[in-house]
């Protein structure tokens, strides 16, 4: 049951992204980035109109990397002209690398702020690479940039398939992931501690020489306060999957995780569960 609700949130997730983007985005070979309609495609130009405007563009189809339809469908036309670019990389250029991608961050059912979804990452990140093995990690910062220059974002995400996620960055493996954190009961701790005076040990009393010492008004008895609190503390019940997925689009390793704990920091004893079971876990 846990299995399908966290399959659930998963296309949730891709739900509410592929319904933000509501234009065809068009990548060119220099970066530029062209945000519109797509009239018609023949051998030699795109017929295109920026949105909001109603002028048609004539877009010459070897300046053109990609078209990333508003429908989720990813059309590729040519590769980027810089030297090096990871889109060039030949499988064996992939070799023993992984990049880890963004995770997907849910509360409540709800899409989670984008700051945690980065923060997974990198924790990730630090968790894999101290056992890395022969493995080569990519730093997440080059991660995300690269797939922002090749107009990857998480709206036309699911256009594309885990085999050219892996070209694009230019890695054997990539690690994809979601955490799921809801919300449940919440517990009530009350304490009460209590403070002890002493008055004094000596009652007053009359010296030899007929002066008075001490207190007359010292019973020599002791007395107690007290006081009371109660905190309330909000748990939260964490689920967390992750997939692991080759150059050719396979999937080697998928696994998801209920975690035991019940605070909102949770995934991250989860991730370590999980990570000790991956195949690229290196002791």
């Known amino acids: 049951m846990k299995k399908n609700i966290t399959t659930l949130l998963v296309f949730l997730f891709i739900g509410i992204s592929a319904i933000a983007q509501n234009y065809d985005i068009i990548l060119k070979t220099n970066g530029e980035e062209m945000e519109g309609n797509v009239k018609a495609i023949n051998d030699d130009f795109v017929s295109f109109v920026y949105k909001n405007e109603s002028i048609d563009y004539n877009v010459k189809v070897t300046d053109i990397v990609k078209i990333s339809f508003a429908s989720g469908r990813v059309q590729f036309f040519n590769k980027f002209d810089e030297p090096g670019n990871s889109k060039n990389a030949s499988l064996e250029d992939h070799h023993n690398k992984v990049a880890i991608l963004p995770f997907a961050y849910i509360k409540d059912q709800r899409e989670g702020d984008r700051v945690m979804s980065n923060k997974i990452q990198q924790e990730t990140f630090s968790l894999l690479n101290k056992h890395r093995g022969g493995l080569t990690y990519q730093n997440p910062n080059d991660t995300n940039a690269l797939l922002i220059k090749s107009g990857v974002t998480n709206n036309n995400i699911q256009g594309y398939t885990m085999g050219e996620i892996c070209n694009i960055l230019g890695v054997e493996f990539v690690i994809q992931g979601v955490v799921s954190v809801e919300k449940t009961n ?18 007053a009393y009359i010296d030899s020489k007929g002066h008075l010492v001490g207190n007359p008004m010292n019973d020599g008895k002791s007395q107690s306060y ?11 019940a964490t689920s967390m999957t992750i997939n692991i997925y080759n150059d050719k689009g396979n999937s080697i390793y998928s696994q998801d995780h209920t975690s035991f704990w019940n605070t909102q920091d949770a995934y991250k004893i989860t991730l370590k569960y999980l990570a000790k079971r991956m195949p690229l876990y290196k002791k």
Do not use: A, L
């Open 226 to 236: 007290g006081s009371s609190s109660s905190t309330n503390v909000q748990n939260y």
């Open 186 to 203: 919440q517990q009530s701790f009350s304490s009460y501690s209590e403070t002890t005076k002493n008055k004094g040990n000596n009652k």
